[in-house]
Every structure is written in structure tokens, then in C-alpha cells.
Antibody, heavy 122, light 109 residues
Framework: EVQLLESGGGLVQPGGSLRLSCAASGFTFSSYAMSWVRQAPGKGLEWVSAISGSGGSTYYADSVKGRFTISRDNSKNTLYLQMNSLRAEDTAVYYC???????????????WGQGTLVTVSS | EIVLTQSPGTLSLSPGERATLSCRASQSVSSSYLAWYQQKPGQAPRLLIYGASSRATGIPDRFSGSGSGTDFTLTISRLEPEDFAVYYCQQYGSSPPNTFGGGTKVEIK
């Protein structure tokens, strides 16, 4: 059974940093692309970042480019999202998601974690 | 960037009724690379449909997807109490970003 468990969310001041983690199990982690998708309170879904199975290819939405860094440790079956220079508009639930294959440029999200809330406020 | 417009914003129906949700793209979605997700309050989204019409693992056959080009439809043949939720479409046929629609809420009438 695929399981994705996010952690690392919390309250941070504008301009601050936070690192999210996603522990994966139930599948061969290194064989699949992974994504982060966020949802602001009461709003829709936004695909934030994605990374290939090897970690060699990455994608960032324009809204986070230059501030967020996605990475993975295949030896630990863990996905990360380093978030710097946080803004109030980054406040959202951040979901870790497994893609159905190892291709980040066009895919859907086949499994989702339960999400972790990031609140950016002074 | 392809923009997806979902309609209606809210659909008020009774259990047992048929629900028809629309997702319209601003440009043609190549190879019918369109997915549908269901999200219940306080829960993560769940994949229902991919490739416009293929049901994901474990999804009941009362859920069906159809369409191509710019017009796609999610149909729930007979609404069960657990189907009242928000539904999102997402296209993945073009270069990133793989955009989501704004969602349709299916509520109990």
C-alpha cells in the first residue's frame, strides 16, 4: 500500500524558511517522479514542484522559482521541499504526491499524502 | 499555459441523482491527458480518472469520464452519500505547468 507522510509544516514569519519532508513507503521510491502540490485556505490546487526519480530533473512553478528547492534522498525514501524567503501568499496545505511514472513534464498525481499546513504570518 | 474552467461552480443534487461536471480547456489538451480528482473536507485529493476516461484503482464504476480536445465531462451515474465533495480536473498534456481547474462542489440538495 502506498503511503506518503508529510511533516515540517508550521508557523513562520515572512522572509523565513521551512523544510518539508515526505516519507514514502509501499513502492519503489526511486522509480517514480514525485511532486508537491499546495492548496491555500479555501482555494484550489496549485502544482508547485516536481522531481524525477533520480533527482536529475526538476520543475518549479513561476510563483516559487528561485525561492523553493525540491530534492529527494532515495536511500531514505524521502522527498523534501526547502522553502526560503516565504511570503504570506505561500500559506497553504502542502501535499506530497506520487506520480504514476518517472516523467515530470506531463503527468497526473496518482497518490497523495494528507498534507502539512504552512502558515506565513508575523 | 492552458486554463481549465470548471462548471458549474456548485451542483446541488439529491442522493441517487446523476451528476454531470464540465471541464473546459482554453486550448486543446493533447492525447486527452486529463485527470479528475475528488476532495472531501479536511482530506487530500484522490485520483478518480486519468487519460480522460480511465478509472483509477478502486474507483467505483458509477464514476465515468469522457471528452477530448477542449471539452471534458465527469459523470457520476447515481450519487451516493459519500460522493458529495469537491471535484477538480487537471490537464497534463502540455508543457508545465500542469494546471488544475477551479473545482466544482457537489452538495446535497
Amino acid at each position: 500500500e502506498v503511503q506518503l507522510l508529510e511533516s515540517g509544516g508550521g508557523l513562520v514569519q515572512p522572509g523565513g524558511s521551512l523544510r518539508l519532508s515526505c516519507a514514502a513507503s509501499g513502492f519503489t521510491f526511486s522509480s517514480y517522479a514525485m511532486s508537491w502540490v499546495r492548496q491555500a485556505p479555501g482555494k484550489g490546487l496549485e502544482w508547485v514542484s516536481a522531481i524525477s526519480g533520480s533527482g536529475g530533473s526538476t520543475y518549479y512553478a513561476d510563483s516559487v522559482k528561485g525561492r523553493f528547492t525540491i530534492s529527494r534522498d532515495n536511500s531514505k525514501n524521502t522527498l523534501y521541499l526547502q522553502m526560503n524567503s516565504l511570503r504570506a501568499e505561500d500559506t497553504a496545505v502542502y501535499y506530497c504526491a506520487k506520480d504514476p511514472y518517472d516523467y515530470i513534464w506531463g503527468s497526473y498525481r496518482s497518490y497523495w499524502g494528507q498534507g502539512t499546513l504552512v502558515t506565513v504570518s508575523s | 499555459e492552458i486554463v481549465l474552467t470548471q462548471s458549474p461552480g456548485t451542483l446541488s443534487l439529491s442522493p441517487g441523482e446523476r451528476a454531470t461536471l464540465s471541464c473546459r480547456a482554453s486550448q486543446s489538451v493533447s492525447s486527452s491527458y486529463l485527470a479528475w480528482y475528488q476532495q472531501k473536507p479536511g482530506q487530500a485529493p484522490r485520483l478518480l480518472i486519468y487519460g480522460a476516461s480511465s478509472r483509477a484503482t478502486g474507483i467505483p464504476d458509477r464514476f465515468s469520464g469522457s471528452g477530448s480536445g477542449t471539452d471534458f465531462t465527469l459523470t457520476i451515474s447515481r450519487l451516493e452519500p459519500e460522493d458529495f465533495a469537491v471535484y477538480y480536473c487537471q490537464q497534463y498534456g502540455s508543457s508545465p505547468p500542469n494546471t488544475f481547474g477551479g473545482g466544482t462542489k457537489v452538495e446535497i440538495k
